[in-house]
């Protein structure tokens, strides 16, 4: 059974950082699609960033990013601690929002929310004007 814990949510004021943590258990993150997506409010789901996970025996950590969050978030892994990060600096009233942790088995289409079989339960970032 894979579970996907989220931590690390709050309320910051415009510019500043917050990271949240993914810690799984069921599944090694190194080798699974990992991402981050959020649901601001009265909106729906959207991708914010994935790490891909290694296949065989190449290993991966490409990244990529929405253009709404690129050069100010990073999605750091620690293999060690089977946990995945979203670093967010620079933050802005926009990027409040529901944020959730997501694992898929073959994720094709990375911005699609449907891509992903694994979920957590959602960690709640508020930034203020």
């Known amino acids: 059974q894979v579970q996907l814990v989220e931590s690390g949510g709050g309320f910051v004021q415009t510019g500043g950082s917050l990271r949240l943590s993914c810690a799984a258990s069921g599944r090694t993150v190194s080798s699974t699609d990992m991402a981050w997506l959020r649901q601001p409010p009265g909106k729906e789901r959207e991708f914010v960033a994935i790490?891909?996970?290694?296949?065989?025996?190449?290993?991966?950590?490409?990244?990529y990013y929405a253009d709404s969050v690129k050069g100010r978030f990073t999605i750091p892994r620690d293999n060690a601690k089977n946990t995945v990060h979203l670093q967010m600096n620079s933050l802005k009233p926009e990027d409040t929002a529901v944020y959730y942790c997501?694992?898929?088995?073959?994720?094709?289409?990375?911005?699609?929310?449907?891509?992903?079989?694994?979920w957590g339960q959602g960690t709640q970032v508020t930034v203020s004007s």
């Open positions: 790490i891909r996970g290694s296949s065989g025996l190449v290993s991966s950590s490409i990244t």
């Open positions: 997501a694992a898929g088995d073959v994720v094709v289409n990375a911005r699609s929310p449907r891509q992903y079989d694994y």
